[in-house]
């Protein structure tokens, strides 16, 4: 099969053993190592800071940079796939992120460290955007669950890998080495992706994202990045108002010209699937939650309690720990439970882990930490791969990069949410902010829990409905 075949060629149930186990391995070295690389540069924000002799104010960007040129190319590249294949714009995205990363490595100044970030980021953007469609291509449809599972858990170890190997490669070396590590990786990611992952079918005629749509789609999610920002970092008043305008003339005039689309780029199409729409909702609320407690918890457990930098971080890795153990697990029990309940049972476990987090006792023990973030992480981990698998499954299979794209974005505007209800928290209640972080995550979690069970209802994706 060729990467020229159309969707009215299928059948397509999977890539054979053993050629599944390394596709399956392409893709998690891409997608563990873009979130390696973003783990690594949160950590070392403060040493680059420093020895590129700028303020914490400038060094944000290093992150920014990333974040932004994900966020205004996710949905792009995942059109894009669905008109040039999948493995096409996989393999262009990791050779992108590999020499960005040279490029972050050499950089002798902030401006070109930046200029990099953003090339790493687009590079990333390809990798993520379409990396839950390969998954549908590479597993069977009776075994979806499995590798979301599969996914989630790389998701996790590479989040719990980042602060070690950050702090073990500043141990022994100077900071371009905390890029030049992706080289080596992305080489290897390339050759397996190049091997294995198959030339999924593309759309019959060929159709590729308009330039008017992409410049449409920056505009609207810069304006929603630079207005979150502003407010977080107390810009006047009157420049994150004019952001905020701009941003809904520009999302107001996007989605009118997206809703005439056939194809559109902002797929509001899959939004028309009841079950798509309420589980985006149900990943929003989560991916909130999720933010929320990651950026409350190093403040509340050092300024409440006194534990230093290192307690703390040996005892946040119960979570990420905790989650490589349930979503394989969770994965498995696709198709045999309803994703809906398992959903939102997770959540449920989820909100009461972070709620029971905010009420600590005032001289906590070590257990009584750990096994509120191993219930918070294990509820997450059973809410991620059903989600994901019913969220990619309820698309039909020709429109498969968009809904990865969508499950892309979900995350990023949960994520972004969240980032700016903690900014907001930190202004409004100082003293307190972050056990309010926390109540908060509590609440958006049990609300994506009410949600999830909402889809009990509703008709399953026929691929699930088939395993059951």
């Known amino acids: ?277 309420v589980s985006m909702l149900t990943s929003i609320c989560s991916y909130l939650a999720q933010m929320l407690s990651m950026v409350a918890l190093p403040f509340y457990l050092q300024h409440r309690f006194g534990f230093d930098e290192v307690e703390t971080g040996l005892l946040l890795t119960a979570w990420p720990a905790v989650i490589m153990v349930v979503a394989p697990v969770a994965g498995m029990l696709v198709g045999r439970v309803h994703a809906g309940a398992l959903g939102g049972t997770g959540l449920a476990a989820m909100a009461a882990g972070v709620a029971a987090l905010a009420w600590l006792p005032a001289q906590p023990a070590t257990f009584d930490i750990v096994w509120r973030l191993v219930l918070g992480g294990a509820g997450f981990a059973l809410f991620q791969s059903p989600n994901n698998s019913l969220l990619i499954a309820s698309a039909p299979p020709e429109r498969s990069g968009s809904a990865s794209g969508m499950l892309a974005t979900a995350r990023l505007i949960g994520q972004t949410t969240g980032a700016a209800m903690m900014a907001l928290l930190f202004h409004v209640v100082p003293d307190d902010s972050a056990r309010r972080a926390l109540l908060v995550a509590g609440i958006a979690a049990a609300a994506g829990s009410a949600v999830s069970f909402s889809r009990l209802s509703l008709p399953l994706p026929e691929a699930l409905v088939r395993r059951r």
């Open 1 to 277: 099969m060729n990467e020229a075949t159309t969707h009215t060629s299928l059948p397509y149930d999977g890539v054979p053993m053993p050629r599944r186990l390394g596709a399956i391995l392409a893709v998690a070295f891409g997608v563990g190592m873009s979130v390696l690389d973003s783990a690594i540069a949160n950590v070392a924000l403060p040493t680059l800071g420093a020895e590129l002799s700028v303020s914490a104010a400038d060094s944000i960007w290093i992150v920014n940079a990333y974040q932004l040129a994900i966020m205004v190319t996710i949905l792009p590249f995942a059109a894009l796939g669905e008109s040039v294949g999948y493995r096409r714009i996989y393999l262009g995205g990791l050779a992108l992120f590999t020499l960005a990363s040279a490029g972050c490595a050499l950089a002798g100044s902030l401006a070109t460290l930046v200029a990099a970030r953003v090339l790493q980021g687009v590079g990333a953007a390809a990798v993520t955007s379409i990396n839950t469609t390969l998954i549908r291509f590479i597993y069977p449809r009776a075994q979806l669950g499995r590798g979301m599972g599969i996914n989630a858990t790389v998701v996790a170890v590479a989040s719990v890998a980042g602060p070690a190997i950050a702090a073990g490669i500043l141990s022994v070396g100077s900071w371009p080495w905390l890029f030049a590590i992706n080289i080596p990786v992305g080489f290897v990611a390339l050759w397996l992706s190049a091997r294995f992952l198959p030339r999924n079918p593309v759309q019959a005629d060929g159709r590729k994202p308009r330039w008017r749509d992409m410049a449409m789609n920056a505009l609207t999610f810069g304006l929603l990045m630079f207005s979150v920002e502003g407010y977080s970092h107390g810009w006047d008043g009157r420049l994150v108002a004019g952001g905020v305008g701009a941003l809904l003339a520009a999302g107001f005039l996007f989605v009118r010209s997206q809703l005439r689309e056939p194809r559109p780029l902002l797929p509001l199409d899959l939004l028309r699937i009841p079950i798509f729409s």
